[in-house]
Structure formats: structure tokens, C-alpha cells
T-cell receptor
Framework: DAKTTQPNSMESNEEEPVHLPCNHS???????IHWYRQLPSQGPEYVIH???SNVNNRMASLAIAEDRKSSTLILHRATLRDAAVYYC?????????????FGGGTRLMVKP | DAMVIQNPRYQVTQFGKPVTLSCSQT?????MYWYQQKSSQAPKLLFH???????NEADTPDNFQSRRPNTSFCFLDIRSPGLGDAAMYLC????????????FGDGTRLSIL
């Protein structure tokens, strides 16, 4: 899987939007961009994924740059329960084994 | 709810004493994975099964083995645990396909005495 770069940590206030950036300058044309998060003492949880177009689901939105070299996970209204480590992962078309290669992730802290 | 279940949540074993961790799923996914997550680190894939086909990561120690007797169950066997094997072990499942999300259990935290 291609490499991603994320800030080590970010802080947000409760009920405010949060924008979590991810750089993936070596992304290939067939790489999907996946986001997972890991709450304390739990396994990782799928958040969202996309290929080229922006994506929305009940948990978050994913904004993908036009050149696909970066993306941003958007939490529209942060809650205390959103405090977690957020991982941005690229998965390529030929990755038939479906492996996830986790990078360092961003630790999001949410202040009341 | 359909889910991935790992038992036990906490496991203690002695240095060198074999230990088995278990994972079951009700999602009927054909791929099952085992990850190792050490303290303050990201999860690292050990191996995965696509149906009954076993796929080992190149850097997974020989000490780690796995069994998948049927679609629903998968086991992680550590033959001779060392102190460095103390970690959280995560099981995950998915359908095959690079856009398919993985569903994780809450892990088994293994301690070595």
C-alpha cells in the first residue's frame, strides 16, 4: 500500500467541525482512500472510503483533492465520543488480499 | 447484531507456554485477518485467510500459527510466547475486494508472565 502522512495529534472543541488531513502524494490511479478510527480499548472501526469523488455517510464526509494527493476526513459536529486515533489508509486495486497497512494515524482529542 | 467476537478479552500466559486466541464471526465474510497491536503502535497484519487459503505476511514470526476450521471461526496459536509477544491481538473480517471495509473485534490483550 502507498504511504500516507497524517499529523500526530489534533484538538477540537465539542460540537465544532473537525477536519483531519491526510497526504498521499504517491497515490496510484486505482488506490482507494479508506479511513478507520480506533476508540480507546476497542478494535478499529471503519469510517468511510472513496476513490475520486467526495463521499458522505452517517459518520463523516470525505473530501478528496482533485489531484488525489490529499484528502480530508470531516466530522461535522465533534462529540466526546469521537475522541480516537484516526487512520488514513490507501488500498490498491491489485491488493486481492484486502490487507490494511496502518500508518501512525492522528490522535483526535475533543474538549468539552 | 452481526459481529466479530474475540474471546477472551484478556489472556495471561507464562513465558514459553502455548496459548490460543479465538475469533468468531456472524457476518459470513470469506476473509478473516489477525493483527498484532503493541502499546502505542498501529495494528500490524500477521496473516489472513481467504476462505481456506492461508496467507502469511513475510515478517510474521514462525512462532505464530493460525487455523480456520470453518467460515465462522479462526484461531491464533502462539507456540512459545516470549515477552515481546505481549500485545493486543485483533481479529477482523471482510468480503473480498479492495473497497470492502474490514470489521474488527475488540481484541484480546495478551500478557506474558
Amino acid at each position: 500500500d502507498a504511504k500516507t502522512t497524517q499529523p500526530n495529534s489534533m484538538e477540537s472543541n465539542e460540537e465544532e467541525p473537525v477536519h483531519l488531513p491526510c497526504n498521499h502524494s504517491t497515490i496510484s490511479g486505482t488506490d482507494y482512500i479508506h479511513w478507520y478510527r480506533q476508540l480507546p480499548s476497542q478494535g478499529p472501526e471503519y469510517v468511510i472510503h472513496g476513490l475520486t469523488s467526495n463521499v458522505n455517510n452517517r459518520m463523516a464526509s470525505l473530501a478528496i483533492a482533485e489531484d488525489r494527493k490529499s484528502s480530508t476526513l470531516i466530522l461535522h459536529r465533534a462529540t466526546l465520543r469521537d475522541a480516537a486515533v484516526y487512520y488514513c489508509i490507501l488500498r490498491d486495486f491489485d491488493n486481492a488480499g484486502n490487507m490494511l497497512t496502518f500508518g501512525g494515524g492522528t490522535r483526535l482529542m475533543v474538549k468539552p | 447484531d452481526a459481529m466479530v467476537i474475540q474471546n477472551p478479552r484478556y489472556q495471561v500466559t507464562q513465558f514459553g507456554k502455548p496459548v490460543t486466541l479465538s475469533c468468531s464471526q456472524t457476518l459470513n465474510h470469506n476473509v478473516m485477518y489477525w493483527y498484532q497491536q503493541k502499546s502505542s503502535q498501529a495494528p500490524k497484519l500477521l496473516f489472513h485467510y481467504y476462505d481456506k487459503d492461508f496467507n502469511n505476511e513475510a515478517d510474521t514470526p514462525d512462532n505464530f500459527q493460525s487455523r480456520r476450521p470453518n467460515t465462522s471461526f479462526c484461531f491464533l496459536d502462539i507456540r512459545s510466547p516470549g515477552l515481546g509477544d505481549a500485545a493486543m491481538y485483533l481479529c477482523a473480517t471482510s468480503h473480498r475486494g479492495q473497497h470492502q471495509p474490514q470489521h474488527f473485534g475488540d481484541g484480546t490483550r495478551l500478557s506474558i508472565l
